[in-house]
């Protein structure tokens, strides 16, 4: 006799199936990429501004503690349960949860942060020079991690301190009437409202603005040249710009790319569980989500590569170095 099998379910656990090899890849690599980063970036080497290196050093800095705190720490015991079921004997899950989502927070809002750095830079000449600055950098840097640690010790009292090692939105036991408590809903859907919704809108908005100063000011400038010179030469300020819109666009586009799914269906079991939406979502679509999501928080040193020559540099010389000194230790 043979059971008939959903195909949402069979991509399911095709999906529980190849995490078991994608995360702790991902972690692997992870963790040592987004170190690495922060020591190419953090020398100083790469031609970026001292603002933007803190900027970028802070966003590989928020990536790896998510590595660590939702990839490492969460998602790879609840494939491998029979392996980490130690972790029940540990009574700090709501601890857990505050450190995973603050590090969260802080690895989306930098970017958001940064965005808002590029949009002054270029579109606000009269602000950038004090706007602009390593000190304003870490100033604003350092608000928005207090602001977000703080935020998140809601979750210390949502959460209870027991881990639910199960794949879920909600990782540690919490009571039912936590799970089906409207303000607790309210308190959770605006969480995720805050992140990573509000900074969709703010980066797209940002992108955009940013993208119709440039179309008019090079327009405006190609003129002022030709007039002046009678051709067209190139312009090594507006050169010097497109290397500079190439990494903010494309950072924007991989961080919207990769929360898109985890956004839709964290919103949408949230409203589900309270009815107030009858269609339902299929669980693979979370998996999905999360994949991305983890995913996102190891791209940035890839694209750093790819659009920054020096850094590309910066990084083969990294590569290198141990055998460099293994091959001098021989000779």
């Not at 928080?297 to 750093?304: A, D, M, Q, V």
């Amino acid at each position: 006799m043979f059971w008939y099998v959903p195909t949402e379910l069979r991509i399911l656990w095709a999906l529980y199936d190849a995490q078991r090899i994608y995360y702790p890849l991902l972690a692997a690599v992870g963790v040592p990429v987004n170190f690495v980063t922060i020591v190419i970036l953090s020398r100083g080497g790469c031609g970026l501004s001292k603002c933007v290196t803190r900027y970028l050093v802070s966003m590989a800095a928020a990536d790896l503690l998510v590595v660590i705190t939702d990839l490492i720490f969460r998602q790879i015991p609840i494939l491998y349960s029979t392996q980490f079921q130690f972790i029940w004997n540990f009574k700090v899950c709501n601890i857990h949860a505050v450190l995973l989502y603050a590090a969260t927070d802080c690895s989306v809002w930098f970017t958001v942060t940064f965005t808002f750095d590029r949009f002054v830079a270029i579109c606000c000449q009269k602000l950038k020079t004090k706007y602009c600055t390593e000190k304003t950098a870490a100033v604003v840097l350092g608000t928005v991690s207090v602001l977000f640690c703080v935020k998140n010790t809601f979750w210390y009292f949502m959460y209870g301190g027991k881990y639910w090692i199960s794949n879920s939105p909600w990782f540690c036991y919490i009571s039912r009437d936590v799970s089906y408590s409207q303000v607790w809903a309210v308190i959770e859907f605006l969480h995720y409202i805050l992140t990573p919704f509000v900074p969709f809108v703010l980066i797209l908005l940002l992108n955009a603005f940013t993208v119709r100063h440039i179309l008019v000011s090079s327009r405006v400038r190609r003129r002022l040249r030709a007039h002046s010179s009678g051709e067209s030469p190139s312009d090594p300020e507006m050169e010097k710009r497109r290397k500079s819109i190439i990494l903010l666009f494309v950072i924007s586009a991989n961080f919207i790319l990769l929360w898109a799914v985890f956004l839709l269906y964290s919103v949408w079991k949230r409203l589900d569980l309270l009815d107030f939406i009858p269609v339902y979502l299929p669980e693979f679509v979370q998996e999905l989500g999360f994949m991305l999501q983890l995913l996102s928080c190891c791209t940035n040193t890839c694209i750093y590569a790819v659009t920054q020559t020096k850094f590309r540099e910066e990084l083969k010389n990294v590569v290198k170095y141990p055998f460099t000194g293994i091959v001098k230790f021989i000779k």
